[in-house]
């Protein structure tokens, strides 16, 4: 392994579970249980505490009731990874973490899985808000999985036909210099789309698309709806506009979504090269939590790693579970 893990917790259970500690805990023990602060008390096993309060008094450890619980990897193990899925900015194949750290295949895919689960942001508020610019878009990747009869024979014919009605549909929502939220939707519809950019999108933001005709009511809704036509090879434009009292000359684009489709793309075809339709909405959150976490919002690796540890807190995926 190279120098970037050369610190003790990346080498050493012991250290490993103290850093968590550290991330996790950073006011004391919380009791998983009952969820009392710093009222625990070390046991005799090494990283087992109990909670002090009257009406629980049970035994807990750091990584209860989180995407590591009950793992039989190596604690340092899994803070290399962590460090490795959110450094990469395209991503890490469950075939190298195998390699890297030397466990089994499958469990560095399961492991893969449950670090993009933590990554997964929720209970967010609206994006942007007064003076900030939202683009929206949508791509389509992979293929619509049958599931035998009507449907798969359906899906083999649009491949047949070409187009996009056989794929996977994605809208991405991007805030001009801020973050990126991304949804596996089931086509370009008004109904699709459109509550989804009302529950995301704050009502002061300019909102700026392509011309499909699925965004034509959206300034209604908003701010101010600017379009940028692609069909007639038109890709930025400068235009102003009074809002209130004041004058604003923005270059009218989609190229920041765009953008991150590119680095969407490029990992998801380069690096995991296949993604079942089902756990597609895992990779979008992983790609979504880099993209807003990175180094030009004032992010550091260190830093994305530390914040994909803290939301694993509340979430596990277990095999028996839906994956």
Known sequence: MTDVFSAPHFRDDSAAREELERIMWPDGPICPHCGVINHAYATKR????????????????????????????????????????TASKKGISA?????????????????????????????LSPMGGPGGIVEVDETYIGTVEGEGGKKAARSRRR???GGWTHKNAVLTLVERGGRARSFHIDGKAISDIMPIVRENVARENAVMTDEAKHYYD??????????????????????????????????IHTNTVEG?????????KGIYQHCSEKHLHRYLAEYD???????????????????????????????????
């Open 46 to 85: 090494e990283g087992v505490y109990r909670c002090a309060e009257k009406g629980c008094r049970k035994d807990f450890t750091v990584t209860m009731r989180t995407v590591m619980e009950r793992s039989k990897i190596a604690l340092h193990k899994w803070l290399q990874a962590f460090a490795l899925m």
């Open 95 to 123: 075939h190298q973490l195998h390699r890297m750290l030397d466990i089994g295949y499958e469990a560095a895919w399961f492991m893969a899985h449950r670090i993009r689960e933590a990554m997964r942001l929720g209970g």
């Open 159 to 161: 491949r047949r036909q």
């Open 218 to 251: 959206v300034g209604d809704e908003f701010a101010s709806h600017h379009t940028v036509k692609h069909s007639e090879e038109e890709y930025v434009r400068h235009e102003a506009w009074i809002e209130g009292d004041k004058l604003h000359i923005e270059p």
């Open 260 to 268: 991150f489709y590119s680095i969407f793309k490029r990992g998801m």
């Open 289 to 323: 939590f880099r993209y807003s976490h990175r180094v030009a919002l004032g992010y550091n690796d260190g830093e994305r790693k530390t914040l994909a540890i803290k939301n694993a807190v509340g979430k596990r995926l277990t095999y028996r579970g839906r994956h």
